[in-house]
């Protein structure tokens, strides 16, 4: 009797113990959300600085269209390329300071484009920016992870408003401070990178304290609910929404570059009015990334993604032909929906490879960055050589590869439960 009682007994404070752990674990820390996305709104308002500099540069310096094109290749190259390397290495050797110092890059490179006299600084300091904006991504998304208490679509919906809110503040704050008085006012802004550093030295901090049992928990549940999923399957899922991210930052690319000079070429309106439209749609933008995050934990995110790729078809299809009145009304849907999948598709891959995260954070952050230069001047090449509304014409039929997600598997969260 004594001995068949006494291992309930000794086995019942460690499975207390293993219960109050696993409850710990899949609190969300709202906290450490708030302080990442305020601090990936700064990182993003500092980056977008770099191309509302160009009118300045180019009269200050001297600079062509093709001197421009390089800055905005330079800086795409570093923000972009080095992302998946950096999730790589933390992912082995998580670095909790890591975000702190990638900041620091982007505080050496404000101070150096603010003071910019030659096209090699200009280089050097938008890579210095770029780089601190690669290493930033990947271990904020990581973060995001460990701190969602399971629910990761709202926490990557979180994170990801802060950057969408921020670049599209750069540029009204670059109006306001930076054009009517010159280059040397972007020195202002390395206050916002002071403000990120001393923000991220704190989540560094939680970080470090949390990392051993975080990184285990917020791993276990997923996998052991997700469905075993063959590697050949994985690869292809991953190669989808690879194709997917192409198709919606191409499109983004096209509204966010070009959607002014649509309007103003169709509907003849004032440039004042068409950056209204603009920043309409941009606010739209930034209310579908909350939203789609949050919709995925609760049904699923392949039914996000469907919804958010192939559902905006018929509105794109639409767009090029409407009078001006549903062309602002199409924008505002197109930015909701389409903006709703980014945190679907990282999740959905996060879960796919859940011991890669900051690797599959780095590589689609990466490609999201690349897919909007390459597609900035893509298009721009195109709109040269025919119109801009044959641009857009064409660029409405990017959605229908949102038919390639039937072929995802199903990982939805229900089965969790």
Same mark, same amino acid.
């Given at each position: 009797?004594?001995t068949?009682? *006494?291992?309930?007994?000794?086995?019942?404070?460690?499975?207390t113990?293993?219960?109050v752990?696993?409850?710990?674990?899949?609190?969300?820390?709202?906290?450490?959300?708030?302080?990442?996305?305020? &601090? #990936?709104?700064?990182?993003?308002?500092?980056?977008?600085?770099?191309? @509302?500099?160009?009118?300045?540069?180019?009269?200050? =310096?001297?600079?062509? $269209?093709?001197?421009?094109?390089? !800055?905005?290749?330079?800086?795409?190259?570093?923000? *972009?390329?080095?992302?998946p390397?950096?999730?790589?290495?933390?992912?082995?050797?998580?670095?909790?300071?890591?975000?702190?110092?990638?900041?620091?890059?982007?505080?050496?490179?404000?101070?150096?484009?603010?003071?910019?006299?030659?096209?090699?600084?200009?280089?050097?300091?938008?890579?210095?920016?770029?780089?601190?904006?690669?290493?930033?991504?990947?271990?904020?998304?990581?973060?995001?992870?460990?701190?969602?208490?399971?629910?990761?679509g709202?926490?990557?919906?979180?994170?990801?408003?802060?950057?969408?809110?921020?670049?599209?503040?750069?540029?009204?704050?670059?109006?306001?401070?930076?054009a009517?008085?010159?280059?040397?006012?972007?020195?202002?802004?390395?206050?916002?990178a002071?403000?990120?550093?001393? +923000?991220l =030295?704190?989540?560094?901090?939680?970080? *470090?304290?949390?990392?051993?049992?975080?990184?285990?928990?917020?791993?276990?549940?997923?996998?052991?609910?997700?469905?075993?999923?063959?590697?050949s399957?994985?690869?292809?899922?991953? @190669? !989808?929404?690879?194709?997917?991210?192409?198709?919606?930052?191409?499109?983004?690319? &096209?509204? *966010?570059?070009?959607?002014?000079?649509?309007?103003?070429?169709?509907?003849?309106? @004032?440039?004042? #009015?068409?950056?209204?439209?603009?920043?309409?749609f941009? $606010?739209?933008?930034?209310? /579908?990334? +909350?939203?789609?995050?949050?919709?995925g934990?609760?049904?699923?995110?392949?039914?996000?993604?469907?919804?958010? !790729?192939? /559902?905006?078809?018929?509105?794109?299809?639409?767009?090029?032909?409407?009078?001006?009145?549903?062309?602002?009304v199409?924008?505002?849907? +197109?930015?909701?929906?389409?903006? @709703?999948?980014?945190?679907?598709?990282?999740?959905?891959?996060?879960?796919?490879?859940?011991?890669?995260? /900051?690797?599959?954070?780095?590589?689609?952050?990466?490609?999201?960055? /690349?897919?909007?230069?390459?597609?900035?001047?893509?298009?721009?090449?195109?709109?040269?050589?025919?119109?801009?509304? #044959?641009?857009?014409?064409?660029?409405?039929?990017?959605?229908?590869?949102?038919?390639?997600?039937?072929?995802?598997?199903?990982?939805?969260?229900?089965?969790?439960?």
């Amino acid at each position: 009797m004594s001995t068949s009682s *006494s291992p309930s007994t000794s086995s019942s404070p460690s499975a207390t113990t293993t219960a109050v752990t696993s409850a710990a674990a899949q609190k969300t820390v709202f906290s450490i959300l708030l302080a990442i996305s305020f &601090s #990936h709104l700064l990182n993003d308002t500092m980056q977008s600085l770099i191309p @509302s500099t160009y009118p300045l540069l180019k009269n200050s =310096l001297h600079l062509d $269209f093709g001197q421009l094109g390089l !800055i905005t290749f330079t800086f795409q190259l570093t923000a *972009s390329l080095l992302q998946p390397f950096v999730g790589l290495y933390t992912d082995k050797k998580p670095q909790p300071y890591s975000l702190a110092a990638g900041m620091c890059f982007t505080l050496v490179g404000l101070v150096l484009l603010s003071q910019a006299a030659s096209f090699p600084m200009v280089l050097v300091a938008v890579a210095l920016v770029g780089i601190g904006s690669s290493i930033f991504h990947p271990e904020a998304s990581r973060l995001a992870y460990m701190a969602s208490g399971g629910r990761r679509g709202m926490a990557q919906s979180l994170f990801q408003v802060g950057g969408n809110a921020g670049a599209s503040l750069g540029p009204l704050l670059a109006a306001q401070i930076i054009a009517p008085y010159g280059q040397s006012r972007i020195l202002w802004f390395c206050l916002f990178a002071l403000l990120a550093i001393g +923000i991220l =030295l704190q989540t560094g901090s939680w970080y *470090s304290r949390n990392l051993d049992r975080r990184s285990k928990k917020s791993g276990g549940p997923a996998s052991a609910a997700t469905p075993a999923i063959p590697s050949s399957r994985i690869a292809m899922a991953l @190669s !989808i929404l690879l194709i997917l991210i192409f198709s919606k930052y191409f499109y983004m690319s &096209s509204m *966010s570059s070009y959607y002014t000079f649509f309007l103003i070429d169709k509907f003849h309106v @004032s440039v004042q #009015h068409s950056q209204m439209m603009l920043f309409l749609f941009l $606010f739209a933008v930034a209310a /579908g990334t +909350i939203i789609g995050g949050p919709i995925g934990d609760r049904i699923g995110r392949k039914y996000v993604i469907w919804f958010s !790729i192939l /559902g905006v078809a018929p509105f794109t299809l639409l767009l090029p032909y409407a009078n001006l009145f549903w062309t602002g009304v199409l924008s505002v849907c +197109i930015g909701v929906i389409l903006a @709703s999948a980014f945190s679907a598709i990282l999740v959905y891959a996060q879960e796919l490879l859940p011991g890669k995260v /900051g690797l599959i954070s780095g590589l689609f952050f990466g490609l999201a960055f /690349g897919m909007g230069g390459i597609g900035a001047a893509v298009l721009g090449k195109l709109a040269d050589n025919t119109s801009i509304g #044959h641009v857009f014409r064409l660029c409405a039929f990017l959605p229908l590869l949102g038919l390639l997600t039937g072929l995802l598997p199903d990982t939805s969260p229900r089965k969790q439960r």
